[in-house]
């Protein structure tokens, strides 16, 4: 019998869903994409959604930007895959381009496909290198899902899998908006939260802390920022009991918060870095940069993380390409630009809307919380759940960070790429659905 040529229907594209997909994170979204260009996605019926969050924080140059497509298209027809013992040229252009944009001593790259398996290598680096196995990260992080990563990964996803990796430990987040060591003032005493932090470590460690991975500005974790200083604390910590730093810079790496990298506001660096999302602007790929010491070292004592898809030349080839337009269009510049117009946007609406309890962020990476009262910062799971639902149904895609103990955050970070106009619809969408929440009694 010959195959259908039309679509199957809406009823039945569900019905297959439900009865075939594993569902891996709460409900999918009621929407079939059917394509997606620029900073919009298109659905099956016909409905325009405008993407605030660059799918999955990774669409960096929005979707189908006309020089990745011209790259995959070339790069699929030549070289795609290879035996992970061989190398190809972007491969090496994008080791060489990436080790350009990082001070030193960060010069020695592995590229990989995600951001777990990025801070898995670099976890499994620093341990063999240090010869211990005790790693520390914040208590609202979100470091992949795969086991190393998924053990320093506190935010959610903990319980019912049995035991984590030995040795991992949990310090608490320097959040100004939500404070838990204060000054006289009633602002954040983050130095004294970090020496306890770290007393309570030295108190639990067997001896064997061998890194501290953390997010210069935590995402799933409610958009949260640490004052100026604290990494340059927070790494003498780490110098103190011979520990390594490793930043995760999956989403706030390559021009997002308007620097190259986020940790160049605090003046520090990482002896291990690991990007992901915004590397590939989409696509799977990961790397992790290190000093040629740290490399060095690994490799002496028979550092393995040989993998089906380490250094594949398609999604290096896409990479290089990621580097072209950053650099050709000065999207650092454009980050800072945008983020100050969106920045200005967001406070208008928290200026109109008392549900408004903060808002923070970097250049294209904004959180905007949502409490009941502003004064006690009460919050609402269904308040977040409302504003988000409504926005949908306006066209503006958005995510909700709903963590106990923290209003809904929603976070923000479209695409570079994108336009004043683009961002004012999406602001005022938000403003519309805020306006209609209803917080109860």
């Not at 920022?225 to 110098?239: I, M, Q, T």
């Not at 990961?286 to 993380?305: C, D, K, N, P, Q």
């Not at 949502?370 to 609402?380: E, F, G, M, P």
Request: with cysteine; hydrophobic share 45%.
């Amino acid at each position: 019998m010959a195959a259908s040529t039309a679509p199957p229907s809406a009823e039945s594209f569900w019905s297959d869903a439900e009865r075939h997909l594993v569902r891996y994170g709460g409900e999918f979204t009621r929407e079939i994409i059917d394509r997606a260009a620029g900073s919009f996605l298109f659905t099956a019926d016909g409905r325009k959604i405008l993407d605030f969050t660059s799918g999955q924080m990774s669409a960096l140059l929005g979707h189908s930007h006309p020089a990745i497509v011209a790259t995959v298209q070339r790069q699929v027809a030549t070289l795609d895959h290879l035996y992970s013992g061989m190398l190809s040229r972007p491969v090496v252009d994008l080791a060489r381009r990436l080790a350009d944009t990082l001070p030193a001593p960060l010069e020695k790259a592995l590229l990989l496909t995600t951001g777990a398996e990025s801070n898995e290598a670099a976890i499994r680096m620093a341990k063999l290198v240090t010869g211990k196995h005790e790693i520390v990260s914040f208590a609202r992080s979100w470091h992949g899902m795969t086991q190393a990563a998924a053990s320093a990964t506190y935010s959610t996803g903990r319980k019912g899998y049995g035991p984590a990796a030995p040795g991992n430990f949990a310090i608490p987040v320097p959040n100004a908006y939500r404070p838990d060591f204060t000054t006289a003032d009633g602002s954040l005493d983050w130095n004294r939260q970090l020496d306890f932090a770290f007393d309570l470590i030295d108190a639990q460690s067997t001896g064997s802390l061998a890194a501290c991975l953390v997010e210069p500005i935590l995402s799933s974790g409610g958009i949260i920022e640490p004052p100026v200083g604290y990494f340059a604390a927070l790494l003498e910590k780490c110098r103190e009991r011979d520990m390594l730093l490793i930043l995760d810079e999956a989403q706030t790496g390559l021009c997002r918060t308007g620097t190259w990298y986020a940790f160049e506001r605090d003046g520090v660096v990482p002896d291990i870095l690991t990007l992901s999302k915004t590397l590939g602007a989409g696509l799977p790929l990961a790397a992790v940069i290190t000093s040629a010491e740290i490399e060095e070292e690994a490799h002496r004592r028979g550092f393995l993380f040989f993998t089906t898809h380490v250094a594949d030349p398609l999604v290096a080839a896409v990479g290089n390409t990621v580097l072209d337009v950053l650099l050709a269009d000065k999207l650092d510049e454009r980050a800072r630009s945008l983020g100050a117009f969106l920045r200005d946007g967001l406070a208008d609406i928290a200026g109109r809307h008392a549900v408004v309890g903060d808002i923070r962020g970097r250049g294209m990476l904004a959180g905007l919380e949502l409490v009941v009262d502003r004064q006690t910062k009460q919050s609402s799971d269904e308040l977040g759940s409302q504003v988000t639902r409504r926005c949908l149904e306006l066209g503006l895609h958005t995510n909700i960070v709903q963590l106990p103990g923290m209003g809904g955050v929603l976070r923000i970070a479209p695409p570079l790429t994108a336009t004043e106009d683009e961002l004012s619809l999406g602001l005022t969408i938000l403003d519309e659905a805020i306006g209609g929440a209803r917080t109860g009694s």
